[in-house]
């Protein structure tokens, strides 16, 4: 009778694992943040356009919809706008298809594997010290 006992709650615990570890590898219980890969692909954004000098203007915060995720954040600077979105079109137009729809904004875009990032870098105030406000988006294929 005990063993009987024994073998049930050994298969009754095997089971309970077994869905744990499912569950987990499945991706339907998950513990990181839903966010992160946005945060870390904009960290990496984020180190390809500051220049030393740039002072950040607040914190960004993602935004979701159905099927896309979008930072958006601020500097303020000196440096003037026309030196510095020639030298960042020039830095980065090996990774991003440029657009210059306009003298004070750019856009970048970028396909990756089932991913597309699009980045509007754009001049907001052009009085001394210039804000820059930088738009960046991802969006699942």
Partial sequence: ??????RRLFWLSS????VVVLVRTSGCLSFEDPN????DEAAKLRTQIERPGM????DAQVERSAWSATMRWQYRTHEDWAVYSKELADALSSD???RFPSKSRIELTRELQGDTHHIVIE????????VIRVTF???AE
């Fill in 1 to 6: 009778m005990q063993r009987r006992a024994f």
């Fill in 15 to 18: 089971l309970v694992v077994a």
């Fill in 36 to 39: 992160s890969y946005v945060k």
């Fill in 55 to 58: 002072e950040p203007l607040g």
């Fill in 96 to 98: 991003f298809k440029i």
């Fill in 123 to 130: 001049l907001v105030s052009s009085s001394p010290p210039q």
């Fill in 137 to 139: 988006t991802t969006k």
